[in-house]
């Protein structure tokens, strides 16, 4: 039974009763609710950028449930990987349910039948913030309702605080006691809109992460730790070269090694499952495989960057008796490595079939596993563990697929894990990219901004944030430059805007690596306006206050330049960088020291991030992201990189891919929120990178007296 | 396959395991102690970091061999019952964890840290090599020296 519809900008949803023995809401979004769905499909802009649509309008399903011992459990469609998003989803439900946020569980939901479920573009919260508070609503006041009746009271005269609904004579009722009673009531008599943010006591106040002492403990249970009975540990054998192919496999010895099950050849390579991960991973050390060549055999990083030069058109011809700055910068392909590997646990029966994995798109993995192994759909369970890190990988579902492959051959659970290597060397990476811009400029006016880019053609794969761009339809050669053309807004007045990105379509095993294209792009930008500044002899961040295109922008860059004391003296080899970047409903801009003393191993020694997010849910969770986000940066700029040498990445764990350890990390962190707006709700997953990198880079060329342009620098 | 006796987290135990075995897959595929995490499996992540008679050791790179008989503590094991040590409660006071996987590595390094040296300098903290992709590094500082007064 529908309890209400709802439209909050563009995301419209649907809350609903659901019928059960104890009160349980759903909320629902999705164009199924909306009667001008397929306007919203082809995508609307929003404040800051013109972000294409996504999970919103294609239907996500929250459901609320408060049981009888004064629990609520809240099933999350929202996989975590580390970003927060359980906290804060239950923060919002503690927020307008009146319930003690200890007495919230968040709990992942299995794939279901909605393609809405993933989490991708910094969207999760966005989306949630507006129905998730409303069911919360709607459970809340079905509750004062059921209470109201059982004490024969009006209902307008009781009120909620810690989980439970209280009397003006003292008598009180936990919500778990009113749970079936609650369940029943189809028309509360209470209002149901949730609270004004000016009565907002738990969203905007730092909370810490809910899984925390699961963490601390180890008795968090991410992808291989789940105990699946009789589970066996396999590795996978992999081509020397990228997307090699399986020509021919002798195995004997392997298995004839004590602890090794099976040998199985699937497509990716030669399975090798045994009784531990050791006897698997010395079984796969002792094959005898004949690789066929894969699809970039004769690539190496030379071949790339002449193909990404060759792929960007010239500039026009500047105007009489103008100016210009130009810049060049190039970014090498970069492993997104989250700290768990690629990794699943599958149990694949004659008619049926079950996975366990942490995957940000449970139903997408699910679509991938069923047709893998010939079964239906509906045949298949995939179960949403906690990740260890994504930054984009977990979007695609390769070890799920093989954990599938292998169970079905053998006809028994198998866990597959991805080796460091493996996840090195053939997981996916950030393409790599080259971009060539010019600012030009007369009599101090600012004419036009070209930026003609170009990259590796990025393999979107599940990923949700092109969901409803058609690239033909909107005139662009591929998605990714659709992608790009749609998000790649510059925050500053620079006249004409000319902005392409050329895609050339090598095969590698590509990804969006937290923040996509801006991650690279926005910071060359960024770059360029440093550039602009030291050609007109302005200072950086001065130049960009002035250039800034509205208000808000300028008055976050102008707390970055008081909260930063930008412009302090600072010793030989040493300088402060910023960077600033408009994404996902809100703007980040982030200032930095660096020591480059020694130019090969610079240090970022602190980091300032301020950040509008419009409405803050959490600002623990928030400085955490922007904390993350700032290494990403480091990482990025600085150190972490993959080569390509004919075929093959080169690095092949932490030991040469160089991801920064904490001596490589400011000692001195600190996030600034502008004041809340009380009018949006920013994405926090990604949008402090673009800013980071930029003020990296930026602190690295003033320090050294260089112009960076290639990426990592040291590398 | 030669049998070894181990003390893990306080208990007795004995596994069936080839002398080179390396302790993070006896601790995790034949023992079911999963809170020592692969990350590398060649000593170059420490998110498998536990400790060997009180010090610090990478079980992805320690045989079992070299453990017979000897005391092993995984980041299960380093509670009093339902009191967290020093460190995990400094952990969660700094709300560390953002992934968490790479931090039951971070904390018994720590815990391992603090043993001999009861307050860690900023360079002594720079010295834990341990990565945490998730970049957790400032509030991993905080909490040492918070661990440290406790
Ligand atoms: S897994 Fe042991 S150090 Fe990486
Ligand atoms: S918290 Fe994710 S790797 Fe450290």
Redesign the interface.
Known sequence: MSTGTSAVGRRRFITFLVAAPTLTIAARLGIDVTADAPAMAAGRPTTTSSEPTTEADLGTTYVLRVTSDNRIIFESPKAD????ISTALAMLIAEDLDARLTDVHSELADADNLPGQSVGGSRSIRDAYDPVREMAAQARARLVTAAARRWGVAADTLTTRDTAVHAPDGRSETYGALAADAASVTSPDVATTPKPISEHTIIGTPA??Q????????????S??V?VDGAL?TVVARPPTIYGTVESVDASDTEAM??VVAVTTIPTGVAVTA?????A?RGREALRVTWGPGPVDDVSDSTVNERLAQAIPPFADPPLLSDHVDGRFEFAFVNH?????NAATADVRPNSAVVWSSTKVPNGTRRQVAEAIGLPEDAVTVHVT????S?GRRLSSEAQIEAALVSQALGRPVKV?W??DDDTQHGRMRPASMHRMRITYLAGEMVSFENLSSAVQLDFGLSPVIIGIDPGALGYPSIGSAFFALTQHTPYALGTETKELNEVPFEFPTATWRSVYSGHNRAAEELMMDRLASKLGKDPLGLRIALANDQPAKALLRRLRSESAWGTALPAGWAQGIGYHEEYDGRAGCVVTIDATDPAAPRVTSALVAADMGIPVNP?GLE?QF??????GIASILRAGNHIDSGSVRES???DFL?????H?????RLVLMPTTGTSIAGAGEIAIPAAAAAVASAYGRATGTQPWRFPLNF | ?PTYKLFVNGEHVSVD??AD??LL??L???L?I?????????G??R?CTSHLNGKEIQPCVVPIADCANKHIT???G??DGET?HPV?QA???E??????????GQ?MATAALLKTNKNPS?AD?????????????????KAIKKAAQA
């Open positions: 990987v580390g970003q927060g810490s992460q899984e925390g002492r699961a963490i601390v403990t180890g008795a968090m249970r991410f291989l730790d105990a540990p004590s602890g009784r531990t991960f050791h006897e991973q490595a989250p700290m768990e590997t906690r990740g260890g890190g930054f894990m080796t460091r623990m955490a904390m993350g986000s700032v290494m990403d764990s932490f030991a991801w920064p350890r904490q001596r990390a400011p000692t001195n962190f | 396959m395991a080839p075995m390396p897959w006896v995790r595929d034949l079911g999963t809170g020592p995490k692969y990350g590398c499996g060649i170059a992540c998110a995984t980041i299960e380093l509670a967290l995990q952990w969660l006071e709300d560390v964890p953002q992934c968490g996987f790479c931090q039951p904390i900023d903290i720079d010295a834990i090599a341990n990565v945490c992709r998730c970049g957790t590094y400032c509030r991993i500082r």
